[in-house]
């Protein structure tokens, strides 16, 4: 067991550096990947040459990220509002919770990309509803199975209180299940946030409208301009990014308030 | 002064209805509302058929409801009559079922060894990273990260790193371009869950293995692996479902003949002659996901003692 | 009971008996088969009297303690609270209950926690306001009133839970084991608070412990159990009188160590020689 000996505010700094320091040792490898060794610009471009074909597409990759992130965020809400509304059915009845488990988890294990070119097919090749629907069913998945599993986290000292105090099932579900249950939500739309931003890419992939991050991708890719390319991939990185931070926020400052934590 | 109760004794709990409790029973009953729960998905797609317009529901210029016509919305017995008709109507064609099987079973094929190349390099950065912590800090989040990076964007790169690669006499397939970028998915929930499992014996177990002055090695081999099965299986049940997922979009990213993918795309390309048969393909992605899963899951019937208490 | 009344005279003390249990029993279905967890069981508490229910892990005691909060229902036999059935006792909310854990809810303060029942039934914001504060004077708590319970001790928690329970002003507490996980040195602190606040109030209390001195030290009665299956084995009075300081000098007292021994011979089985015990 190493450095057992830190002191928790040593602790905290060598946190923070330890993946920074991983970071540059990765990008100082990558370009001298490229400036000494001397592999070819066609197969890995330098950070420079990404860095500049940033810099001159910009508004290009603006735009771009303009489809793919709303599109992810549409199927992101969407998804987790027919989620709860699902576990919600599903934590009630038994028969809801029977037809659902088994579909969910099939779901949770099959390609859902694989029906976007149906989807670009049954609703049109200028709409973007196959891209959102992907990330819909993408998003639902987590959020379906954390929430349901909050809704049934409700101590049983907690149930005997409200069932000795006479309270009818909306207080009870509002002063105690509810509650219990916010935490594993979240947790639920931390984990979709970054699914949706993918699938809502990958989907871009398989036909549909031109526009859009993913789509960019697939054309510079195949007209070999590869910086072009990885500098569209940086702009998905940073939209992932910042549906992960966003959602993890939410989590961190409501489950300040509730002590008691949902897990992964 | 007999004064029995009112009413009946009241029920202590939430009106519901009682699970079967034996277990054969409950898989059984698992089973049953899973298949009705799969025809009232194939009702809600004929009732919406039959009962919705014909041009679908337009909101504000976007569709929110397909048309609800046989070449945008086949019917659920057209799709799977479809299955048993031949693929092309060129002379000697098989079904369409066998084709997509065989697509589907190439596919399996390379997410397997995608999955496995997953297996070995997640476990491999889970152990490193439990051993040190300073290598956890440094490399969880750029693990987490890595997630975001669409992996389409490897394709092309790994392909014509692959072309010119040589190990041993054997020249770089393009499936193992594809099953390179499945492990890519596959790696990250096995790490994940491995380092999981790997970091959750209390404190009491550790601190006992101490007494016995047992050293990194025995520990990790008699109390840490154990410990760890709970959070392994389902992490590899993830892996398993991500590399098929990686599978099939790498096929479609690399071109590559002979796997699902590829059918997928061709077959959605010719809907508007044939609707009937861009759905043979997403049925065998569908069976394909559940294979994958179901066999690992199956890993985890073998080690039965290991998994009380597992975390689903 | 005596002719000596409690500080305030309240309905409490006087009136119908607060709980009576008629013959009951009760059976839990197993995967093994079925077991009988109480068996036989008559009972009957007076207006303000206290009440212990003692015995050994599975004598019921608990099962019997929900049973009379109609928390789960009997399979033979009857019980009434305050001359009704349990359920509409508790329908009528007659009663308030504590817990071993204290039950409170993580996310709202103290306050918020003491509130809760006035809250679910409907009471006023200004009605609330003034109760809570009443309260959390009562169990001494006026300054952490807007902590919430991670930040409180183990014994902090349980007066919170306790105030919760005498929100409501009911003539019945329950209380199963509520200073079970505490420490000895607050747990007797805890029991001269509740003796101060049952006495205060005039409720009667039926309370559960597997403690020997507890019992003795709160209450009027004790009622000794055995398992397998669950009944009454012994009823023992403690003959303090209802004027009797509960306070550290009763803990030293020959009178209390006489009860405690009468009460660790019921559990034993001992035949006992005669010292004014009323056997039953």
């Given at each position: 067991?190493?450095g057992?000996?830190?002191?928790?505010?040593?602790?905290?700094?060598?946190?923070v550096?330890?993946?920074v320091?991983?970071?540059?040792?990765?990008l100082?490898l990558?370009?001298?990947?490229?400036s000494v060794?001397?592999?070819?610009?066609y197969?890995?471009?330098s950070?420079?040459?990404?860095?500049?074909?940033?810099?001159?597409?910009?508004?290009?990759?603006?735009?771009?990220?303009?489809?793919t992130?709303?599109?992810?965020?549409i199927g992101l809400?969407?998804?987790?509002?027919?989620?709860i509304?699902?576990?919600?059915?599903?934590?009630?009845?038994?028969?809801?919770?029977?037809?659902?488990?088994?579909?969910?988890?099939?779901?949770?294990?099959?390609?859902?990309v694989?029906?976007?070119?149906?989807l670009?097919s049954?609703?049109?090749s200028?709409s973007?509803?196959?891209?959102?629907?992907?990330?819909?069913?993408?998003?639902?998945?987590p959020?379906?199975?954390?929430?349901?599993?909050?809704?049934?986290?409700?101590?049983?000292?907690?149930?005997?209180?409200?069932?000795?105090?006479?309270?009818?099932?909306?207080q009870?579900?509002?002063?105690?299940?509810l509650?219990?249950?916010?935490?594993?939500?979240?947790?639920?739309?931390?984990?979709a946030?970054?699914?949706?931003?993918?699938?809502?890419?990958?989907?871009?992939?398989?036909?549909?409208?031109?526009?859009?991050?993913?789509?960019?991708?697939?054309?510079?890719?195949a007209?070999?301009?590869?910086?072009?390319?990885?500098?569209?991939?940086?702009?998905?990185?940073?939209?992932?990014?910042?549906?992960?931070?966003?959602?993890?926020?939410i989590?961190?400052?409501v489950l300040?308030?509730?002590?008691?934590?949902?897990?992964? | 002064m007999?004064?029995?109760?009112?009413?009946?004794?009241?029920?202590?709990g939430?009106?519901?209805?009682k699970?079967?409790?034996t277990?054969?029973?409950?898989?059984?009953?698992?089973?049953?509302?899973?298949?009705?729960?799969?025809l009232l998905?194939?009702?809600?797609?004929?009732?919406?058929?039959?009962?919705?317009?014909?041009d679908?529901?337009?909101?504000?210029?976007?569709?929110?409801?397909?048309?609800?016509?046989?070449?945008?919305?086949?019917?659920?017995?057209?799709?799977?009559g479809?299955?048993?008709?031949?693929?092309?109507?060129?002379?000697?064609?098989?079904?369409?079922?066998a084709?997509?099987?065989?697509?589907?079973?190439?596919?399996?094929?390379?997410?397997?060894?995608?999955?496995?190349?997953?297996?070995?390099?997640?476990?491999?950065?889970?152990?490193?990273?439990?051993?040190?912590?300073?290598?956890?800090?440094?490399?969880l989040?750029?693990?987490i990260?890595?997630?975001?990076?669409?992996?389409?964007?490897?394709?092309?790169?790994?392909?014509?790193?692959?072309?010119?690669?040589?190990?041993?006499?054997?020249?770089?397939?393009?499936?193992?371009?594809?099953?390179?970028?499945?492990?890519?998915?596959a790696f990250f929930?096995?790490?994940?869950?491995?380092?999981?499992?790997?970091?959750?014996p209390?404190?009491?177990?550790t601190?006992?293995?101490?007494?016995?002055?047992?050293?990194y090695?025995?520990?990790?081999?008699?109390?840490?692996?154990?410990?760890?099965?709970?959070?392994?299986?389902?992490?590899?049940r993830?892996?398993?479902?991500?590399?098929v997922?990686?599978?099939?979009?790498?096929?479609?990213?690399?071109?590559?003949?002979?796997?699902?993918?590829?059918l997928?795309?061709?077959?959605?390309g010719?809907?508007?002659?044939?609707p009937?048969?861009?759905?043979?393909?997403?049925?065998?992605a569908?069976?394909?996901?559940?294979?994958?899963?179901?066999?690992?899951?199956?890993?985890?019937?073998?080690?039965?003692d290991?998994?009380?208490?597992?975390?689903? | 009971?005596?002719?000596?009344?409690?500080?305030q005279?309240?309905?409490?003390?006087?009136?119908?008996?607060?709980?009576?249990?008629?013959?009951?029993?009760?059976?839990?279905?197993?995967?093994?088969?079925d077991?009988?967890?109480?068996e036989?069981?008559?009972?009957?508490?007076?207006?303000?009297?206290?009440?212990?229910?003692?015995?050994?892990?599975g004598?019921?005691?608990?099962?019997?303690?929900?049973?009379?909060?109609?928390?789960?229902?009997?399979?033979?036999?009857?019980v009434?609270?305050?001359?009704?059935?349990a359920?509409?006792?508790?329908?009528?909310?007659?009663?308030?209950?504590a817990?071993?854990?204290?039950?409170l809810?993580?996310?709202?303060?103290?306050?918020?926690?003491?509130?809760?029942?006035?809250?679910?039934?409907?009471?006023?914001?200004?009605?609330?306001?003034?109760?809570v504060?009443?309260l959390?004077?009562?169990?001494?708590?006026?300054?952490?009133?807007?902590?919430?319970?991670?930040?409180?001790?183990?014994?902090?928690?349980?007066r919170?839970?306790?105030?919760?329970a005498?929100?409501?002003?009911?003539?019945?507490?329950?209380?199963?084991?509520?200073?079970?996980?505490?420490d000895?040195?607050?747990?007797?602190?805890?029991?001269?608070e509740?003796?101060?606040?049952?006495?205060?109030?005039?409720?009667?209390?039926?309370?559960?412990?597997?403690?020997?001195?507890?019992?003795v030290?709160l209450s009027?009665?004790?009622?000794?159990?055995?398992?397998?299956p669950?009944?009454?084995?012994?009823?023992?009075?403690?003959?303090?009188?209802?004027?009797?300081?509960?306070?550290?000098?009763?803990?030293?007292a020959?009178?209390?160590?006489?009860?405690?021994?009468?009460?660790?011979?019921?559990l034993?089985?001992?035949?006992?020689?005669t010292?004014?015990?009323e056997?039953?």
């Open positions: 067991m190493s057992a000996a830190w002191t928790p505010a040593t602790e905290r700094r060598l946190r550096i330890a993946p320091l991983v970071g540059l040792a990765g100082a990558w370009q001298f990947l490229v060794v001397g592999v070819s610009d197969l890995l471009p950070p420079a040459a990404i860095a500049q074909q940033f810099a001159e597409f910009g508004p290009a990759i603006w735009q771009a990220a303009l489809i992130g709303p599109n992810a965020l809400v969407v998804g987790t509002v027919l989620a509304l699902l576990a919600a059915l599903a934590a009630r009845w038994h028969a809801v919770d029977g037809m659902s488990a088994p579909i969910v988890a099939a779901l949770a294990v099959v390609p859902i694989a029906l976007a070119p149906v670009n049954m609703f049109g200028d973007q509803f196959g891209r959102q629907a992907i990330a819909a069913l993408a998003s639902f998945v959020v379906f199975i954390n929430t349901l599993r909050g809704l049934r986290q409700t101590r049983p000292v907690h149930r005997d209180l409200m069932r000795s105090y006479a309270a009818t099932g909306t009870s579900f509002r002063t105690v299940t509650p219990t249950a916010l935490p594993y939500l979240l947790t639920g739309v931390r984990i946030s970054s699914l949706a931003v993918i699938s809502a890419l990958v989907a871009e992939y398989f036909g549909g409208p031109r526009g859009g991050l993913g789509s960019a991708i697939s054309t510079s890719a007209t070999s301009a590869y910086a072009r390319a990885w500098a569209y991939v940086v702009a998905a990185i940073v939209v992932g990014l910042i549906f992960y931070l966003a959602t993890a926020l989590e961190r400052l300040r308030r509730i002590p008691v934590g949902g897990t992964q | 007999t004064a029995t109760l009112e009413t009946a004794p009241a029920p202590a939430p009106v519901r209805a699970p079967p409790r277990g054969r029973a409950r898989t059984l009953s698992a089973w049953a509302w899973g298949a009705v729960g799969i998905i194939v009702a809600i797609w004929e009732v919406y058929k039959f009962f919705g317009p014909a679908g529901v337009v909101i504000g210029g976007a569709r929110i409801l397909p048309r609800t016509t046989d070449l945008a919305m086949p019917h659920v017995w057209d799709m799977i479809r299955l048993l008709e031949p693929v092309t109507r060129a002379e000697g064609s098989p079904p369409l079922w084709s997509i099987a065989l697509a589907a079973l190439t596919t399996l094929g390379i997410a397997a060894v995608g999955w496995l190349v997953g297996v070995v390099v997640g476990v491999g950065l889970a152990l490193v990273m439990q051993r040190w912590r300073l290598v956890e800090w440094g490399l989040p750029w693990i990260l890595s997630q975001t990076v669409p992996l389409i964007a490897f394709a092309p790169i790994v392909k014509s790193w692959g072309s010119r690669i040589e190990i041993g006499g054997v020249q770089w397939q393009d499936w193992m371009s594809v099953a390179l970028i499945a492990s890519y998915l929930p096995i790490a994940v869950g491995a380092l999981r499992g790997l970091q959750s209390d404190r009491i177990h601190e006992l293995m101490h007494t016995y002055a047992a050293g090695w025995p520990t990790l081999l008699r109390l840490r692996f154990p410990a760890s099965v709970p959070f392994l299986l389902p992490a590899l993830l892996g398993a479902a991500n590399a997922i990686g599978a099939v979009v790498a096929e479609v990213s690399t071109g590559l003949q002979g796997g699902i993918g590829r997928l795309i061709q077959f959605a010719q809907a508007s002659g044939d009937a048969k861009a759905w043979g393909p997403i049925f065998g569908i069976a394909l996901g559940l294979v994958a899963a179901g066999s690992v899951a199956m890993l985890g019937l073998l080690l039965k290991y998994r009380r208490g597992e975390a689903t | 009971m005596g002719a000596a009344q409690a500080h005279s309240t309905d409490a003390t006087t009136g119908p008996d607060s709980v009576v249990v008629r013959g009951v029993g009760k059976r839990f279905a197993t995967k093994t088969g077991v009988s967890a109480l036989g069981i008559d009972l009957t508490v007076a207006a303000g009297e206290f009440v212990s229910l003692i015995g050994p892990s004598c019921g005691k608990s099962t019997l303690l929900r049973l009379i909060a109609d928390l789960d229902s009997p399979t033979s036999g009857t009434e609270v305050f001359g009704k059935p359920a509409r006792a508790r329908r009528d909310q007659d009663y308030g209950i817990f071993q854990q204290a039950g809810l993580p996310w709202r303060t103290v306050a918020a926690n003491i509130a809760l029942p006035l809250e679910l039934h409907g009471a006023g914001a200004a009605e609330r306001k003034a109760r504060a009443e959390a004077e009562l169990v001494g708590l006026t300054d952490f009133a807007d902590r919430h319970p991670d930040q409180l001790s183990g014994g902090m928690q349980q919170v839970a306790i105030a919760r005498m929100a409501e002003r009911p003539r019945l507490l329950l209380m199963d084991e509520p200073f079970g996980a505490l000895e040195m607050t747990r007797e602190r805890m029991q001269a509740l003796a101060r606040l049952a006495a205060e109030t005039g409720a009667a209390v039926v309370f559960v412990t597997h403690s020997i001195p507890e019992a030290f009027d009665r004790i009622v000794v159990m055995s398992p397998r669950g009944r009454i084995t012994d009823v023992i009075e403690t003959g303090f009188g209802k004027d009797a300081a509960r306070d550290e000098s009763l803990r030293e020959p009178s209390f160590f006489d009860r405690v021994t009468a009460v660790r011979e019921a034993h089985g001992t035949p006992v020689p010292t004014g015990r056997q039953r």
